[in-house]
């Protein structure tokens, strides 16, 4: 996963619309070390497609609109894995919080299940 795709899940996730992440990230006036001016909306959206390199000088500000440390935007852990969990992070991340609280058994049973359900799956693909 790229860093502008962890952008995007992150914005889909805080249900932010790309064009509320640009007008707030051009709000707190980011100054490019190139130009010496804040990026434009055109290039804000280039960096959300992956159209163009997102600028180091830009992850303090994009991590403030975002409301996330500046190190989330670096971390790809298991949850951004597949597309199943890019659409359904809200559900898997509560999930996977309140698995602490299963037992032991009650884990294997779930293993179980979901195991259960992923030969059904691959049976369809079939």
Same mark, same amino acid.
């Given at each position: 996963m790229e860093v502008y795709e962890k952008i995007n899940y992150l914005l889909q996730e805080k249900s932010i619309s790309k064009k509320e992440f640009a007008d707030q990230l051009i709000a707190l006036s980011p100054k490019l070390k190139t130009t010496g001016t804040t990026p434009s909306l055109q290039t804000i959206y280039r960096y959300l497609n992956g159209g163009r390199e997102?600028?180091?000088?830009?992850? #303090?500000?994009?991590?403030?609109?975002?409301?996330? #440390?500046?190190?989330?935007?670096?971390?790809?852990?298991?949850?951004?894995?597949?597309?199943?969990?890019?659409?359904?992070?809200?559900?898997?991340r509560e999930i996977i919080d =309140? =698995?602490?609280?299963? #037992?032991?058994?009650?884990?294997?049973?779930?293993?179980?299940?979901?195991?259960?359900?992923?030969?059904?799956?691959?049976?369809? =693909?079939?």
């Open positions: 997102i600028k180091i000088e830009l992850i #303090p500000y994009i991590a403030e609109v975002l409301g996330i #440390p500046e190190q989330e935007l670096f971390e790809f852990g298991i949850e951004y894995a597949s597309s199943y969990n890019y659409r359904h992070s809200k559900e898997i =309140l =698995l602490q609280y299963l #037992p032991q058994s009650k884990i294997i049973e779930l293993k179980e299940q979901l195991l259960r359900h992923k030969i059904l799956n691959d049976e369809k =693909l079939i």
